[in-house]
């Protein structure tokens, strides 16, 4: 079965970021995706610390949340992010989460469709929406669209339910992102995935030409 992991990067387990979780998880069962949702905001994890640990022995040198969840995401087709906007910007603890687990993982990130998805009060959502976007930019995942920008208002979990534009490019969104996944398992199975190259690095670490 194809399935999504839904990452929760508020500090609050049932707040606003929750609920337009919840809204994509409806769509989401009702079209035969299986979904897990996953805590990470109120989480006490650190920053990356460019060790390498990871790339010498497939998983991160801190063996936390980000492990667990690595092994999960080896089995998943899809992942949605979800943050709060602080500062026009998402939650830290959840850019620390993403930076080793985007890292320690990438060799079997390729074409998993990704999504994000932020809550405000009133500004600094498109920055903070195109922060974590990156993540899966630069990781071989196809980006899934909506109908306007994933984002929805409110500084409760009551205000979310009363946003019904965004709640419906919530909706809109994770439509789109099963339909994504689909056709991908689909194509992957009839066509294998596609082979990247991954030997060329541009490193001027002496600063001279050779």
């Known amino acids: 079965m194809t399935k999504v992991l839904l990452i929760n990067g508020s500090p609050k ?24 949702l996953i805590q990470v905001g109120n989480k006490d994890i650190r920053g990356c610390i460019a060790c390498n640990h990871c790339q010498l022995h497939g998983k991160c040198v801190f063996d936390d949340i980000v492990n667990e969840v690595a092994e999960k995401f ?36 390729n074409m998993k469709v990704g999504a994000s998805i932020v809550n405000a009060r009133r500004n600094g959502s498109s920055s903070a929406l195109n922060d974590l976007d990156k993540y899966f930019a630069a ?22 339910k009363k946003d019904k534009e965004g709640l419906q490019t919530i909706r809109n969104l994770a439509r789109n992102m099963s339909f ?31």
């Open 13 to 36: 387990a049932h707040g606003c970021t929750f609920t337009a979780l919840s809204e994509m998880i409806k769509i989401f069962e009702s079209e035969g995706i299986d979904t897990e």
């Open 74 to 109: 080896a089995e998943a087709d899809g992942m949605v992010l979800g943050s709060p906007v602080y500062y026009a910007g998402p939650n830290g603890t959840l850019k620390s989460f993403m930076d080793r687990l985007m890292f320690s993982s990438n060799s079997h990130n």
């Open 139 to 160: 990781n071989g995942m196809p980006i899934a669209p909506s109908t306007y920008w994933n984002i929805t208002h409110g500084f409760t979990a009551d205000d979310i």
């Open 180 to 210: 994504m996944m689909k056709a991908i398992v689909d194509a992957k199975a009839n066509y294998g995935l596609p082979k990247l190259e991954t030997i060329e690095y541009t490193s001027f670490t002496d600063g001279k030409e050779e």
